[in-house]
C-alpha cells in the first residue's frame, strides 16, 4: 500500500500556534497512513496580481508545488473577528491564482478551526469552505 502525501496549512503565524499544534498532533496520529508536511506560511507576500504568473515569487511557487504533488490537503485556522485568519486566506488566494488555474482544482481538502470562541471556529470554517469553492476544490458537505 502507498502512503499517502498530505499537505498541513496552518492560518497561524504564532509560534505557540493552537493550529500548529493540531496539526503536528496530527502527524503524530497519521504517521503510519500518511505523511503529513507541514507547509509554514510565512513571509508569503500579500497577493498582488501583477507578481503572480510567470513573476511569482518563490515562496508562492512552493506553496502551489507542494499542493499539486500532495495527494490531499488539511488546513486550520484560528477564527480573526468571525473569519479565516488574513495569512490563510492570502495563501489561497495565491493557490487559486491564476484564474483557471487553480493548484487546488480538484485537490481533496480537509477543513479544520481552532478557536476557543464558543463557536469553535464555524464562521471561520464556513468562510474557509467558500473560498475554496471558487477555487475549484472538492469540500464536503455537511
Same mark, same amino acid.
Given at each position: 500500500?502507498?502512503? $499517502?502525501? @498530505?499537505?498541513? @496549512? *496552518?492560518?497561524?503565524?504564532?509560534?505557540?500556534?493552537? *493550529?500548529?499544534?493540531?496539526?503536528? /498532533?496530527?502527524?503524530?496520529?497519521?504517521?503510519?497512513?500518511?505523511?503529513?508536511?507541514? $507547509?509554514? @506560511?510565512?513571509?508569503?507576500? @500579500?497577493?498582488?496580481? =501583477? =507578481? =503572480?504568473?510567470?513573476?511569482?515569487?518563490?515562496?508562492?511557487?512552493?506553496? %502551489?508545488?507542494?499542493?499539486?504533488?500532495?495527494?490531499?490537503?488539511?488546513?486550520?485556522?484560528?477564527?480573526?473577528?468571525?473569519?479565516?485568519? /488574513?495569512?490563510?486566506?492570502?495563501?489561497? =488566494?495565491?493557490?487559486?491564482?491564476?484564474?483557471?488555474?487553480?493548484? $487546488? %482544482?480538484?485537490?481533496?481538502?480537509?477543513?479544520?478551526?481552532?478557536?476557543?470562541?464558543?463557536?469553535?471556529?464555524?464562521?471561520?470554517?464556513?468562510?474557509?469552505?467558500?473560498?475554496?469553492?471558487?477555487?475549484?476544490?472538492?469540500?464536503?458537505?455537511?
Amino acid at each position: 500500500m502507498t502512503q $499517502l502525501c @498530505l499537505l498541513g @496549512l *496552518s492560518g497561524s503565524l504564532r509560534r505557540a500556534s493552537n *493550529s500548529t499544534a493540531v496539526l503536528r /498532533g496530527l502527524q503524530n496520529v497519521l504517521e503510519a497512513q500518511a505523511k503529513l508536511r507541514i $507547509l509554514p @506560511l510565512h513571509g508569503m507576500p @500579500l497577493y498582488n496580481e =501583477d =507578481d =503572480d504568473a510567470e513573476h511569482a515569487p518563490e515562496s508562492v511557487r512552493a506553496l %502551489r508545488s507542494a499542493i499539486e504533488t500532495s495527494d490531499g490537503v488539511i488546513m486550520i485556522s484560528p477564527e480573526y473577528n468571525h473569519g479565516m485568519s /488574513g495569512v490563510l486566506k492570502n495563501g489561497l =488566494d495565491w493557490a487559486s491564482r491564476p484564474y483557471g488555474r487553480s493548484a $487546488l %482544482r480538484g485537490k481533496p481538502v480537509l477543513t479544520m478551526t481552532a478557536s476557543p470562541a464558543f463557536t469553535g471556529g464555524v464562521r471561520a470554517q464556513q468562510q474557509m469552505n467558500e473560498t475554496l469553492v471558487s477555487s475549484c476544490a472538492p469540500v464536503p458537505q455537511p
